[in-house]
């Protein structure tokens, strides 16, 4: 059984830039959410797709956006890059149902906004 | 408002001692889930126990036990016999609607050999 990977793993842009990460997720699991989190922060919730939709969504603009594709794997977009992007972002997957929904993390991609 | 709360920033402990990291948590839901997770320097969170709000015993697993106080709103986890492995960042979680964790500051624990 193969956990959640992510790609990649660090990455250096620039103000105003674009970025694409990747996530793939565990074996059996429908539903991908996205995690931010800032140096010495606990992680923030982004959005969680499941079926190729996004079904939820925290408190964060719309330059952030992603999509989840039909094996169940995600992208994250941000647009616009600004300074305050700079933070590890985690993904996680889980499957839909009944009982504890335990989320299970990669080890995320590391973003620094210059 | 659902929030969780984690107000040690940092713990130490002696190796082979147990240890307390306290986590309180505010929400109105009456079905609510409560999650530990311990993070690495490499990143990862680490899935370490779950409690539903409606079990009726604490949660175990191996190590690590989870002191659930309902009525005083608290989850703290217990770490019994501490392992230099053991010292990382740990993160208390909690379900809200949709399936998203709402996660607290962390514990940094260190421990000494």
């Known amino acids: 059984e193969t956990g959640v990977t992510q790609s990649p793993t660090h990455l250096i842009k620039t103000r105003g830039q674009q970025v694409t990460l990747r996530c793939s997720s565990q074996s059996g699991h429908n539903t991908v959410s996205w995690y931010q989190q800032a140096l010495g922060q606990g992680p923030q919730f982004i ?3 499941y079926r190729e939709e996004e079904n939820g969504r925290g408190n964060f603009p719309p330059r952030f956006s992603g999509l989840q594709f039909p094996n169940y794997s995600s992208e994250l977009n941000v647009n616009a890059l600004e300074l305050d992007d700079s ?5 996680a997957s889980s499957s839909q ?3 504890a929904n335990v989320l299970t993390f990669g080890a995320g991609s590391r973003l620094t906004v210059l | 408002a659902q929030k969780i709360t984690q107000t040690q920033p940092g713990m130490f ?4 001692e147990a240890v ?5 948590y505010d929400t109105s839901d009456p079905s609510y889930g409560l999650f530990w997770y311990k993070q690495p320097s490499s990143g990862e969170m680490i899935f370490l126990i779950y409690q539903g709000s409606y079990d009726q015993q604490n949660a175990t697993e191996g190590r690590y036990s989870l002191n659930f106080q309902k009525a005083r709103k608290s989850a703290n986890l217990v770490i019994s016999a501490s392992q230099l492995g053991d010292s990382a960042m740990y993160f208390c979680a909690m379900r809200a609607r949709g399936g998203k964790l709402i996660f ?4 940094e624990l260190s421990v000494k050999p």
Not at chain 1, 87 to 91: F, N, Q, V, W
Not at chain 2, 20 to 24: E, N, Q, R
Not at chain 2, 104 to 107: E, F
């Open chain 1, 97 to 99: 149902g009944a009982g």
């Open chain 1, 47 to 49: 959005f969680q797709y």
């Open chain 2, 13 to 16: 402990v002696q190796e082979k």
């Open chain 2, 20 to 24: 307390t990291l306290d986590c309180t």
């Open chain 1, 87 to 91: 933070a590890l972002y985690l993904c």
């Open chain 2, 104 to 107: 607290g500051q962390g514990t």
